[in-house]
Every structure is written in C-alpha cells, then in structure tokens.
C-alpha cells in the first residue's frame, strides 16, 4: 500500500497515484511526488503555484533549458509532417542530417550512426557491437568486457553487467547476470602498468572497454582526469581491445567540451550518446561506431549484418530536436557558460569544505559536487532544498548539481547557496 497523496494535491495525483511505479523508489515509503504543471527556462511551476528552479536539468537532459523557441518550432514544423515512421527500408532528412551533423562534431573517426532509443539501449547496441565485431572476424572467445569501479552503464541487463555491481545500486543482482572485468580506474603510473599486465592477460577474453570520460556520473558524480583517460585509450589499443566511451552523461557540453573526450584528445571505436542529444525534450540516444568497427559488418553474408532494431529509432520527431539543440550549440556561446559555471560553483560550493560530515567539494564544467561522509537525513534534505525554491535530488553520499546551460547568474547563487545553507544546518543535526 502506497502513501496517498495529501488533501491539497491535484485531483490527477489523487487518483493516478496509486498507480504508478516511480524510478528508484521503494514505494512503500516514499512520499508522493511533486506535481509539475508547466516548465519554462531554468523553473519547474507546481500545481500550487510555486516555482523551483531546476538545478539538475532534469537528470541532465535540458541543456538549453526547458521549452526554448528553437526546438519546440522545429518539433512543431516537424509533427505536421511527419511524427514518426519506421527505419527499417526507409529513411528521413531530419535522421539523415542529424547522423551528418553528429558525425562531424564527434572526434575522428566516428563515422556511422546508429539510433536508438535510451542511453541503456545505446551501450546495449555498444555491447552487441562489440561481441559481433570479433565474432565477424572469426575470433572466438572474446565475450567479456571491463569496466570500472564506480560505473554506471544503464538499467538494462547488458549495461548492468558493466556497472560496479558491488558499489552500485545493482547490487542485488550480482551473481545472476553476465559477470565481466570490473576494476579500479589507472589513475597512477604505477596503476597504469597493472591495468596494460591485466589486458596482456586476460586480451583474447575480452571484447572491449567500457568508460564514462572524465566523470563517472550515477556512480556518485567522480572525476578523473584526461591523463588518466588517454592512458586507458592507449592500453586498450595496445591490446587490441575495442573501446567503448560512454557520454550519455557527458556528451554535449556537460564537462566543458562538447565530448568528454576531447579533453584527452582520443577517439574510441564505438561512443554512446542520449540525454541532452534532444535539449531535454524527449528520448533519443545513438551509438556511433569508427570505421574499424564498422567495417567489419560489411559482407555478402547477411548473418553478419547487425540485427538490432528499435522501434522508434531515429524517430523523426526526436531527431528534428537534436537538430536544433545543435542549432543552439552552433549560434549561442554554450560552452563559455559551462566553463562560468565551473567557475561560480567551485568558489561558492567551497565552503562546504569545512563542514563536519563533508568529504569533498568539486566543480568540473556545469557539474557541482559536495561529496558527504555518510547520506544522513536524505529525506529531509530533499524537503529543505524544495523549501529553498530549487529541484536537487542528493543521491548515494553527495548533493549536486548539474544545471541547464542558460541558467542566470542569480538563479546559480540562488542553487549553490541554498546547497551551503541546508548542508550548514545539515552538519548540525
């Protein structure tokens, strides 16, 4: 039996509670959710009239904010034509130019754009990838991948079995799903020449890496930095082990870089791309593959053809959204939002630092992170964030924030002081 819904709610709520099965929630005890009747900019409005304002961007999706002009026009332009039609022996203008666009933006290399639908699905489709370019080759018994400590791939079976299943919220299912290589990133030299011994090792085992660049978001939002990541890059290569860069979380602008990669200056063989690939309006994700990858599919045989096939990939609607966020990344100065972001966050998130039950405190591009000794008192701090006027959700040991580009300067004081104030009175309970 679910908590009900207060008397004040809208009547929706009231009834449509009872029957829905929320993410990431034990629904015996969780309060009922916020009803949102309308977005606009960096602000949620409430069915009571109040406003929030949106400091995770929606689980880091609404890059541009919500409801920008650009995007809804063109998502307009695009239902009357054509909502939606199958992929499969046809094709569109707004996926042809998309997967163009992409691929010009995306490090070298990275040339063929398969869509999806989720950013699960986009490492399922990495994974698939992976398996079937040695199975293609006719290598046999390179089935396993690696993966990291800390990681988060996605909720799907496949993507799970790379997660850190030990530290993670996947942790129930250690034992009963495909058991891979999940180690401690290289950040050392001496790291470095372990982790080449272990691909030396265990090589004709593994068909790939798989790596979310320079943060490792769900994980608890930890950082690492480009040395480490171009290291990672060149032990896989030297070990012929295909590499894969998860930037569901990262891609488009999220660190500063429109990828993550690029920091390191290195190109995978296979990237997984979804969140802001829409600016936030609706799910659209793509695995983008290299030559090397690709290449290896072409053959008169068609059992060597890859067979997968969402429904509603390269939805033209979706596809007509990414269009214009790239429109909006190319006009308007994005990026040098982030990289003020940064800057605004890590000076007024660092007093934080000399609180009691504070690990640490970090900024990289439009990501803020207070990392705590111990989750205490989450409940309560969620209620006291919404009471602050601002949408956060701390998760595991950290509050952060990771909010839309176009937020105002006031509105990033507005966030990074109510995160000081509340973890202030936080530290004294």
């Known amino acids: 039996m679910t908590a009900r819904p207060p008397g004040t709610d809208p009547r929706w709520l009231t009834r449509g509670w009872p029957h829905v099965w929320l993410p990431y929630a034990q629904m015996k005890t969780t309060p009922p959710p916020l009803p949102v009747v309308a977005t606009e900019g960096t602000r949620l409005r409430l069915a009571d009239g109040r406003q929030l304002i949106d400091g995770i961007a929606s689980w880091w999706t609404a890059c541009h904010g919500y409801n920008h002009p650009h995007i809804i026009g063109a998502m307009e332009r695009q239902l009357k034509i054509m909502p939606h039609v199958m992929f499969g022996g046809l094709s569109h203008q707004p996926a042809l130019d998309l997967a163009r666009r992409l691929t010009a933006l995306l490090p070298p290399g990275l040339n063929h754009v398969f869509f999806c639908d989720s950013g699960s699905v986009s490492v399922e489709v990495a994974l698939k990838m992976a398996l079937q370019y040695w199975i293609n080759r006719g290598v046999a018994g390179r089935s396993r991948f690696v993966a990291f400590r800390h990681g988060y791939h996605g909720d799907t079976l496949g993507a799970m079995s790379v997660c850190d299943l030990e530290g993670g919220m996947h942790r129930p299912f250690k034992g009963h799903i495909r058991e891979q290589f999940i180690v401690e990133l290289p950040s050392t030299k001496e790291a470095r020449t372990g982790f080449d011994s272990f691909l030396r090792r265990h090589r004709d085992e593994i068909a790939g890496l798989v790596i979310e660049p320079l943060v490792q978001g769900a994980g608890g939002m930890k950082f690492h930095g480009a040395d480490t990541l171009a290291a990672v890059r060149r032990i896989a290569a030297d070990n012929d082990v295909l590499f894969i860069a998860d930037e569901v979380m990262t891609g488009f602008g999220r660190t500063g870089r429109m990828f993550a990669c690029e920091e390191a200056d290195i190109s995978p063989d296979i990237i997984c791309l979804s969140k802001a690939l829409t600016g936030g309006t609706?799910?659209?994700?793509?695995?983008?593959?290299?030559?090397?990858?690709?290449?290896?599919?072409?053959?008169?045989?068609?059992?060597?053809?890859?067979?997968?096939?969402?429904?509603?990939?390269?939805?033209?609607?979706?596809?007509?959204?990414?269009?214009?966020?790239?429109?909006?990344?190319?006009?308007?100065?994005?990026?040098?939002?982030?990289?003020?972001?940064?800057?605004?966050?890590?000076?007024?998130?660092?007093?934080?630092?000399?609180?009691?039950?504070?690990?640490?405190?970090?900024?990289k591009g439009a990501i803020g992170v207070v990392q705590l000794d111990a989750m205490r008192h989450l409940d309560w701090l969620r209620r006291r964030f919404i009471e602050e006027g601002v949408w956060l959700r701390p998760f595991g040991d950290i509050v952060y924030m990771t909010p839309p580009f176009i937020v105002e300067a006031d509105e990033l004081a507005r966030l990074t002081g109510a995160v000081v104030r509340v973890l202030g009175e936080w530290a004294r309970r």
Request: with cysteine; hydrophobic share 50%.
């Open 282 to 363: 609706m799910g659209l994700a793509a695995t983008v593959a290299s030559d090397r990858v690709y290449e290896a599919f072409l053959d008169d045989d068609p059992a060597k053809a890859l067979m997968h096939g969402p429904t509603y990939m390269a939805n033209p609607l979706g596809c007509a959204a990414a269009n214009a966020s790239l429109d909006l990344f190319e006009r308007e100065p994005r990026l040098d939002a982030v990289a003020a972001m940064e800057a605004h966050m890590a000076e007024a998130l660092e007093p934080c630092r000399a609180l009691p039950g504070v690990r640490d405190v970090r900024a």
